[in-house]
């Protein structure tokens, strides 16, 4: 898998935002696909993931419906929809793949369960 992340930049309070996460080796078709991200100065965090038929979906809490996780098998890119954004959602976002989704087991999963990843594109939302 060779991942990477475009559609960062920067958007006001309240606006919204749609990340893109390709792989160019064409095998994502196949692989679950999780997202985090991480905030300056903080630990990466967990956002969600989807399964690789897109049937498993699971997000982490805080994120309490304002975010959406999506994919195109056929083109190979996952995406990640980024809405109602706030000053404190400013980070740096990645992808990553070949590791497990499951709605039941998302909380349970380490960064370490994923062993191929973006490198990542910015977002910083602007009072």
């Known amino acids: 898998l060779q991942l990477e992340e475009s559609g960062g930049g920067s958007v006001h309070t309240g606006g919204s935002v749609t990340l893109t996460c390709k792989d160019s080796?064409?095998?994502?078709?196949?692989?679950?696909i999780a997202w985090f991200r991480q905030a300056p100065g903080k630990e990466r965090e967990k956002i969600g993931c989807?399964?690789?038929?897109?049937?498993?979906?699971a997000y982490s809490d805080f994120v309490q419906g304002r975010f959406n996780i999506t994919r195109d098998n056929a083109k190979n890119t996952g995406y990640l929809q980024l809405n109602d954004l706030k000053p404190e959602d400013t980070g740096i976002y990645t992808c990553?793949?070949?590791?497990?989704?499951?709605?039941?087991?998302?909380?349970?999963?380490?960064?370490?369960?994923?062993?191929?990843w973006g490198q990542g594109t910015h977002v910083t939302v602007s009072a």
């Open positions: 080796s064409q095998q994502l078709y196949s692989y679950a």
């Open positions: 989807i399964g690789g038929d897109g049937r498993d979906l």
């Open positions: 990553a793949s070949n590791g497990p989704c499951s709605r039941f087991g998302w909380r349970f999963y380490s960064v370490e369960a994923y062993r191929s």
